[in-house]
């Protein structure tokens, strides 16, 4: 799954360095996604550098899960974004909401093994 962080202010535009840190990627993979995917359109300043909208985030997320997670082909993962967006989303917004149970259940299991730990007498 990414290790996609929730930006810590909203805003309409982010440069490639924040969504590199937000998806623990590469500034260069997006420039190089970029080339590869046609959803992905950031808009650029005067200076050239690229600003990304929230739904060119999304794309990345999506772009990482197929390639990365999923170990599909660039081919494969274009044909799939052509063909099934939909069914991606849906699949990876299910894979993000089991990866957030799994992560809560381990903490409830560290809070209650610390819990038990605290109520054994300890050995002198």
Do not use: C
């Not at 950031?42 to 899960?65: A, M």
């Not at 299910?94 to 050995?123: A, C, F, Y």
């Amino acid at each position: 799954m990414v290790p996609y962080k929730e930006p810590k202010i909203e805003k309409i535009f982010y440069p490639i360095s924040e969504v590199a840190e937000m998806l623990g990627v590469s500034q260069s993979l997006i420039r190089f996604w970029e080339k590869e995917f046609d959803i992905l359109k950031p808009q650029k300043n005067k200076k050239g550098n690229r600003l990304f909208k929230q739904q060119d985030i999304d794309n990345l997320r999506l772009i990482y899960h197929l390639v990365k997670e999923r170990g599909m082909t660039l081919k494969g993962a274009k044909l799939k974004l052509i063909n099934n967006k939909q069914d991606i989303i849906d699949s990876y917004e299910i894979v993000k909401k089991l990866q957030s149970v799994k992560h809560n259940l381990l903490l409830i299991k560290d809070e209650l093994d610390s819990m038990k730990q605290s109520e054994e007498p300890s050995v002198l």
